[in-house]
């Protein structure tokens, strides 16, 4: 897969060499054909107050400047007719400054993310869609700690269409395979294997009735996990989630997305989730239409898979602001949620670790808070600066104890990040 990108690329450049009109203005990226290339890089300078996820009644919090480089590359076709190809892909490095503090600056690396798409006849009555990606992260532990917790994930998938003349009724079936595996801890290693029909009945404009049936199957590499002295089964699945509502524009500034329905896990040991499902979501646009401004609305209720038990469930609401001015060459973001969040099927009870023995509850859950603040200004075409606010709090009272000389853990926490960021692109 690696080497079939890497073929797509090489062949896009030499397009791009031997295109007599490729080179346009900065800013408005390279043309070669019905290509567009625009490559460029990020400069992030930020500060972390708690790069461990310490909590104040647990230890000092141990902070630090960083400085983040990440040239990018994007791709895509500039007016799609019977191939839409997109690529967008981007390497960062990451490197934590804190003189004093050998442990963090190890935690200093690379980290990746490829996203290609290749659209086949979308105008259609037929259309077959292909996608893969993925992302090398680099993650600190929640701990003080020299082992990072870095992931490699991958998901590739195919969805083929369905759209009858004047698409009033369209019918999407996909398949996806997602890979997630883990550097340090490769007894949780999986494998999902999702099968998803999406139907839409268009009854306004730009409105439609949507049904969706969901499939997946989630398979674990090793049978179960190690932790300190103590074995934990792992255990697959077969997620099922059948949703449908409304989403779309109901007036000219109005939208409103109504989708609700219901999950089962249908884990192969222990407790299994079975409950109600919704994404809801209320915007509305403010403004001039050209900028794009809006406010919005929303609430989630969803599961999924989890580290430290079978699974988690939770509600979130969330509230957000969006707002440009000059065209757009001035944008202000703000977003706020509340991940109230409950693991079921927990390893709770009293655990054997290194040194003594910790006592883990049968009700965890966290109450994550969560706010991003983002203002992006483009001083030219090719040459942007930004300044972003981000605010995570886990407002949970749950810990787990511990004993001998096993220490207690506190979960709850809050950290800040502060970044200045620059942006050259061609």
Do not use: C
Not at 12 to 25: D, G, M
Not at 86 to 110: K, T
Not at 151 to 161: H, P, S, V, Y
């Amino acid at each position: 897969m690696t080497m079939g990108i890497g073929k797509s690329l090489g062949f896009i450049f030499v397009l791009v060499a031997f295109a007599s009109n490729a080179i346009a203005e900065p800013g408005d990226g390279i043309s070669a054909g019905n290509l567009k290339l625009q490559p460029g890089v990020t400069l992030l300078g930020g500060f972390d107050s708690n790069v461990f996820f310490l909590s104040r009644d647990e230890s000092e919090l141990l902070s630090s400047p960083s400085v983040k480089v990440t040239p990018f590359l994007n791709i895509n076709t500039e007016e799609p007719d019977v191939f839409n190809l997109s690529l967008n892909a981007s390497v960062g490095w990451l490197q934590y400054l804190s003189p004093d503090e050998e442990v963090i600056q190890g935690h200093s690396g690379l980290e990746s993310e490829v996203n290609f798409g290749l659209g086949i006849n979308e105008k259609g009555a037929f259309s077959l869609k292909l996608e893969d990606s993925f992302a090398r992260t680099n993650e600190t532990p929640d701990t003080i700690s020299s082992v990072p917790f870095d992931r490699t994930i991958n998901r590739a998938g195919a969805t083929l269409g369905l759209h009858p003349s004047g698409r009033v009724f369209q019918h999407f079936l996909s398949y996806d395979w997602t890979i997630n595996l883990h550097d340090q801890f490769s007894d949780i290693d999986r494998q999902m294997h999702d099968i998803t029909l999406r139907n839409y009945w268009k009854f306004l404009p730009k409105t439609a009735f949507v049904l969706t049936g969901d499939i997946g199957f989630i398979h674990y590499h090793e049978a179960s996990r190690q932790r300190g002295n103590q074995t934990f089964a792992n255990s697959s699945s077969m997620p099922v989630r059948v949703t449908g509502g409304i989403t779309g524009l109901f007036t000219n500034r109005l939208s409103l997305k109504l989708v609700g329905g219901w999950g089962w896990g249908i884990y192969d040991q222990g407790v299994t989730f079975s409950g109600f499902l919704a994404d809801v979501r209320v915007n509305y646009a403010i403004g001039s239409t050209s900028e794009k401004s809006s406010v919005y609305l929303g609430y989630e209720r969803d599961f999924g898979d989890a580290t430290i038990a079978n699974f988690s469930s939770w509600h979130m609401p969330y509230i957000g602001y969006e707002q440009g001015f000059s065209n757009r060459r001035l944008r202000l973001k703000l977003r706020g949620d509340y991940l109230l969040r409950t693991y079921e099927g927990s390893f709770f009870g009293l655990h054997n670790v290194a040194g003594g023995q910790v006592d883990i509850p049968e009700v965890l859950g966290d109450g994550l808070l969560r706010l991003k603040a983002g203002v992006d200004f483009d001083i030219t075409r090719w040459f942007s600066v930004g300044v972003e606010y981000k605010l995570t709090s886990n407002l949970t009272e749950d810990r787990l104890d511990g004993s001998g000389s096993a220490e207690d853990t506190v979960r709850n926490y809050t950290r800040h990040f502060v970044g200045l960021g620059l942006t050259v692109k061609y």
